[in-house]
């Protein structure tokens, strides 16, 4: 207990230490450009400022201070330095169209640099312009051929484009320059290169990258499942799913994928169970939830006027249309024989 209470405060002390310094380098920095006399010491304090504001990510008070730079008669290089940092900034805030203005201007004073083709080409992306954020990561491509962030942008801008084959040549040549460099592609990334894979015919590759992040989100682990749903083998598609049910929150995809697949594999009782105590938890009447629920009756009883009546529920309580047509014609029908 004393262990615990000397770990908070300790914790409270390095927060209130750490706030205060971040604060008196604030105050430092602010009072050397008051300081300032000439203009070579005012540019010199207003970009210290600015790096200092970029370190914490405050990109609302670095575009002030980027523009107040701009008032003075620059060097090329200080002009670029406050165009570039400017258009990140707005792009950090999601401003793309200011962004785009002033990246442009950086792109006119240097116009071979990466850094600032990477920068455009996030910003065509923002702003859904795909093909021009294409060129400009070729043109980093063209300037430096490992280029990281360049490969894993187009692999995932193919991606959106649908264009499989060519985002998974991206993301292979990326994943293969992570290696040598020590890093790693993040999971969004790796999500779209199996997503690639799969769409070309590579299961087994999409497979062999997802089960090596298969649990880091729900995306993943869907998109595992359904490649072991195509090899029918249900077994591991349910080891998958497993993790995320019975959680304080219950997804209705997760507990929909794993009772379909209880259903395949004729473990019936166990997607009954699954399923009811999705329905404990949620008070809101669900289509899909109870359309396997009925499957699983009917597998385990074999009592048509079970079904039946489940089948009468949801034509009462739903508000889509098209299955109260089919549900009607059912129902009418099952009365008749």
Do not use: W
Not at 61 to 84: G, W
Not at 157 to 179: D, G, H, M, P, R
Not at 200 to 226: F, M, P, T
Not at 255 to 269: I, R, V
Request: charged share 30%; hydrophobic share 40%; aromatic share 12%.
């Amino acid at each position: 207990m004393i262990r615990n209470i000397i770990f908070i405060l300790f914790l409270f002390l390095f927060c209130s230490n750490f706030v205060y310094a971040v604060k008196t380098n604030e105050r430092f920095l602010m009072d050397n450009l008051q300081k300032a006399k000439t203009t070579k010491q005012k540019i010199k304090a207003t970009k210290n400022l600015i790096y200092y504001y970029n370190s914490i990510k405050d990109y609302e008070s670095v575009i002030p201070v980027s523009e107040s730079l701009l008032d003075f008669k620059l060097s090329k290089k200080n002009k670029y330095f406050a165009y570039y940092n400017l258009a990140n900034a707005y792009l950090s805030l999601d401003k793309p169209e200011k962004a785009l203005e002033v990246g442009q201007e950086a792109q006119y004073l240097y116009p071979k640099k990466i850094e600032t083709k990477l920068l455009l080409g996030n910003i065509y992306i923002n702003n859904s312009l795909n093909e021009l954020a294409i060129v400009k990561f070729r043109e980093c491509l063209d300037i430096d051929s490992d280029n990281l962030e360049a490969l894993i942008n187009l692999g995932n801008v193919y991606n959106s484009q649908e264009n499989y084959k060519l985002s998974l040549e991206y993301f292979e040549q990326a994943e293969k320059e992570a290696v040598q460099n020590n890093t790693e592609l993040s999971v969004n990334d790796y999500i779209n290169m199996a997503i690639s894979a799969k769409e070309i015919g590579k299961r087994d590759q999409a497979q062999a990258i997802l089960e090596e992040i298969k649990n880091k989100n729900k995306k993943c682990s869907l998109l595992l499942v359904d490649i072991y749903h195509s090899k029918q083998d249900f077994d591991k598609a349910i080891n998958v799913l497993l993790p995320f049910i019975y959680q304080e929150e219950t997804d209705i995809e997760i507990y929909c994928n794993l009772a379909q697949m209880y259903l395949l594999s004729n473990k019936f009782e166990e997607a009954k169970d699954l399923l009811l105590y999705f329905k404990s938890r949620n008070e809101e009447n669900n289509e899909v939830i109870d359309l396997l629920l009925i499957e699983a009756y009917h597998n385990i009883y074999q009592d048509k006027e079970r079904e039946l009546q489940e089948l009468k529920n949801i034509y009462n309580y739903t508000n889509l249309d098209y299955i109260k047509r089919i549900f009607g014609k059912v129902i009418k029908f099952e009365q008749l024989r």
